[in-house]
């Protein structure tokens, strides 16, 4: 007999439990809910992953719904200091980045955004084995296999077997992306996001809306692609729920890291304008995420794009990431956190246990200590393309999509695709694996070409 099929990120029992979590952090008053949740029998932690092993009852389900909808409607105190809206969320910022100027268009462009795109894959590909692990089996695993501190792509050769059985890699990325048997970039919603932030901006040109991305999901994003944030806006959509309001409907994972991972093109097609590509990816979030989860898309869109314009100081274009975000909220307190600790540690270990230390509380998949450890790792490494990589990915929380970030952002301070090594780039052969339409088996030399199509657009 078949399995009953639980379709996760979407059942309301198993969103309850971080939805819970999510108003704490945005300063909801739960206690009614808690309790009532709790005397239900209903689980008091929500689980890593995205569904629990054991339907609901349907009472259980029922009151689920209910008190979504209630969580839904409770007042946020911490609206002030972190707004979702555009224009509130500059006026709370007062080192906003200024317009760039003529030559914003600095030379070898081209080499740098096929570094990036590149750098984006093998970080991401780097990070996909261990994702969803624990640090100390990371450790393990890459100890035991003679590969820590990390210099390379994870293996199994070697591995003591009772090791691979108490830490098994991730069951959608053992198979090709592991040393042993990578080839070519397989495919990954990191690499996804941006093959469709790319074609939203072909088709609709960078002054694109938040429903013109609705639409083109619709269109080319298969569901089962879809997680998280991503999955409940999509299935919102569906129901005919309209734009921002896909972000806040039963969606507790509005501040989780999927507004981040899409925010690469944007700054790769707004090179030395930091506050463009931020209000581009801003227009980008809101479909799936507000408050923190929004800032950690316009950071990231923002350092990109400043290294886009041919900065090679990786602390300045830190700098101008942290310049989009309120300089109050969470994510900008973390992000400093993590550069004071990297600027302050010799050793990146010790880091990472003061990462985790303080923002263990957090989801894996939150956005808050994940922006942390990539700019702690951007900031330990110089922008160095290997040391911030193998740092990004050895601090464990969203491995490949860290990785990757790191890896975007390291490629375009490195200039070139032959500055990345190729012990990173040969394995990937050019070639992307992808869902998106049009897109599979496309190399990252014709990605970097689009790119720079849209970038010299004026």
Known sequence: MNAPLRVTWTQPEDLIGHELRQCDEEGRDTTEARARWLAAGGPETPGRGGASPVPASPRLRELAEELLDQLDALPRSTETREPTGFTAIRAACPLWPAPPGPDRLAPGL????????????????????????????????????GNWPLTGYFTARGLPPELARAHPWNRRSAENSLAENIDGMPPDDDLDHSLLALELIR??????????????????LPAGRTFTAERVAYRNLLSGVEPPETARRRNPFREWIGALIRADVHGWTRPGDP????EQAHRDAVLTHTGNGVYG?????????????????????????LGVVPPDSRLARAVRRGRELASAEAGFATVVDRLHEEYGRYH??????????????????????????????????DTDSNGATAGSVAGLLAGHPDALGERWTAPLKNRLSTAVAGFDGVGFDTLAALTLQEARTV
């Open 364 to 397: 894996w998949v939150h956005v808050v200590p994940n922006a942390a450890l990539v700019a702690a790792a951007l900031t330990h490494s110089g922008g160095a393309f290997a040391g911030a990589v193998t740092r990004a990915v050895s601090g464990g929380w």
């Open 203 to 220: 088709r609709h040109g960078r002054e694109f809306t938040t429903g013109d991305l609705a639409r083109l999901w619709l269109d080319e």
């Open 275 to 278: 506050a463009a590509a931020a």
């Open 297 to 321: 898309a316009m950071f990231a869109a923002a350092v990109i794009a400043e290294a886009a314009g041919g900065r090679s100081d990786v602390h300045g274009c830190l700098d101008a990431g």
């Open 110 to 145: 081209g080499d740098r955004l096929h570094a990036a795109w590149l750098g984006r894959a093998a970080g991401c590909l780097l990070g996909k084995p261990v994702e969803k692990l624990e640090l100390a089996a990371i450790r393990e695993l890459a100890r035991a296999t």
